[in-house]
């Protein structure tokens, strides 16, 4: 469904405003009663990103299951081993690339900046050197 081509995307936007108003309300104990969350205007924006964001992921669940309705197939577990291998294979990919390059930095380190998040992100792109070990 290409989400991650181009910025500008509701999948994408609703992503990073859930990922931004759990990052507000960890930091707001008073937020924590989702009855008080619930009546902020963070609360309701996260509410409507969350429900867009359901309906992208039921959109996209339907294609794990065959076009054919003959053909069908029962799937009980989580597709947690698949996220697992995913994981391990980008993990091997990093040190192949740690194992033959050097990685450095264009950017000095006052330049390279960071906003917290569930995941800690760059504020913008970081740039990178890669020579032959």
Not at 8 to 20: Q, R, T, V, W
Request: aromatic share 12%; with cysteine; charged share 25%.
């Amino acid at each position: 469904m290409n989400f991650q081509i181009g910025g500008n995307c509701d999948y994408s936007n609703a992503l990073h405003e859930i990922e931004g108003a759990v990052m507000y309300r960890a930091l707001r104990p008073w937020l924590y009663p989702d009855i008080i969350f619930n009546l902020t205007t963070v609360g309701k924006k996260f509410k409507s990103n969350v429900r867009l964001f359901r309906g992208f992921s039921k959109k996209e669940t339907l294609r794990l299951y065959p076009v054919i309705p003959v053909i069908t197939r029962v799937n009980d577990q989580e597709f947690k081993v698949c996220q697992k291998f995913a994981m391990m294979e980008a993990k091997t990919i990093l040190a192949c690339i740690l194992a033959h390059f050097r990685v450095k930095s264009l950017d000095t380190q006052d330049k390279v900046l960071f906003y917290p998040n569930i995941t800690l992100r760059n504020v913008y792109p970081m740039r990178l050197s890669f020579e032959l070990r």
